[in-house]
C-alpha cells in the first residue's frame, strides 16, 4: 500500500509510533527506508491479481457492502493484513461460479412481503 494509507491503517488499528506518535506518511516512509523496505509501486497490486472491495463489486455488479456480506459468510475468499487494513480480494476468485451465484442471489430483487399495508416505492 502506498505511505499515506498505511499511515491510516496503523492510526485506525490505534497503533502509535515507537516515540507514541501518530502514523503520518513522512513517518512511514522514513520507517521504510530504514528498513530497506521497497515503497508502493503504482499497478503492483494489479501484477498480483488483487483487487480492491469497491473494484469487485463493479465486477460483480453489487454494492461495496454486498461484497461485505459476502466476505462475512465465506462466498468470496479474501482477507485482510490486519484489523482495519483494507480486503485483499483475488481477480480470479470472482470469477468462480459460487462467487457468481452468490452475487447473483444478492441481485434478485425480493418479492414484497404480501402484507397490503405495506407499499412500494414508486421512483
Known sequence: MPDGTIAA???RAGKSTGR????????VRHLRNQ????????????????????????VLKVSPS?????????????HQL???????IKAPDLEHPEVRN??????VRRPSSGDLRQRELEL
Open 102 to 107: 452468490a452475487a447473483q442471489a444478492r441481485r
Open 9 to 11: 491503517v496503523l492510526n
Open 82 to 88: 490486519c484489523k482495519g487494513a483494507p480486503w485483499v
Open 35 to 58: 528498513q530497506a523496505i521497497a515503497p508502493y509501486r503504482e499497478g503492483e497490486r494489479m501484477e498480483r491479481g488483487e483487487i480492491t472491495l469497491d473494484e469487485a463489486a463493479a
Open 20 to 27: 507514541g506518535n501518530s502514523w503520518t506518511r513522512a513517518r
Open 66 to 78: 454486498t461484497v461485505r456480506r459476502l466476505i462475512a459468510e465465506r462466498s468470496l475468499p479474501a
